[in-house]
Antibody, heavy 120, light 106 residues
């Protein structure tokens, strides 16, 4: 069965950095678009970034553009999110989700999320 | 950026009643609209893909309709386990989510 397991969250000071990981299993990872989505405490879902299956294509929400970098290692079935210049408003649960083969599409599979807290 | 506006924000409904949630896009997205259910402390769960396509394992009381800019999620015969927040999501241009609709059991 498809599994997505995020890790790397924690407490970090404003201006700091954190690297999130998402390890995938149960499907051919290299075939699929992958996406990071976050949810601030008590708030709704917010798209952060996605990466194409060929690695060459990436996209970012304006709120994180220039600060966050998405990447993937298909040999390790892993998705990453490097988060720099963190702000208090980046505090959220970060989910990775599997998209489609030819496009991001819908998200049928989600991880359980990892909590990132940005606070001094 | 395509903005998705959900309504209502909150709905309190008695069991067995019908629930209708709407999602309006700021520009046409064809049929690239998906619906999710999220319960407290859980990850979102896909209910409907591409406006009206059902998902295996999702109860048949959940259905979706619409195209272009106006979409609807319907729950026919609300059950206690359906208490949750529901989100729409568009994948036509970049990605955006609606603000969510919280459904409470009366």
């Amino acid at each position: 069965q498809v599994q997505l397991v995020e890790s790397g969250g924690g407490l970090v000071k404003p201006g700091g950095s954190l690297r999130l990981s998402c390890v995938a299993s149960g499907f051919i990872f290299s075939d699929y678009y992958m996406t990071w989505i976050r949810q601030a405490p008590g708030k709704g879902l917010e798209y952060i970034s996605y990466i194409g299956n060929s690695v060459s294509y990436t996209s970012y929400a304006d709120s994180v553009k220039g600060r966050f970098t998405i990447s993937r290692d298909n040999t390790k079935n892993s998705l990453y999110l490097q988060m720099d210049s963190l702000r208090v408003e980046d505090t959220a649960v970060y989910y990775c989700a599997r998209g489609g083969v030819a496009t991001t599409g819908h998200f049928q599979h989600w991880g359980l999320g990892t909590l990132v807290t940005v606070s001094s | 950026e395509i903005v998705l506006t959900q309504s209502p924000d909150f709905q309190s409904v008695a069991p067995k009643e019908k629930v209708t949630i709407t999602c309006r896009a700021s520009q046409s997205i064809g049929g690239s609209l998906h619906w999710y259910q999220q319960k407290p402390g859980q990850s979102p769960k896909l209910l409907i893909k591409y406006a009206s396509q059902s998902i295996s394992g999702v109860p048949s009381r959940f259905s979706g309709s619409g195209s272009g800019t106006d979409f609807t999620l319907t729950i026919n015969g609300l059950e206690a386990e359906d208490a949750a927040t529901y989100y729409c999501h568009q994948s036509s241009s970049l990605l955006t989510f609606g603000g969510g609709t919280k459904v409470e059991i009366k």
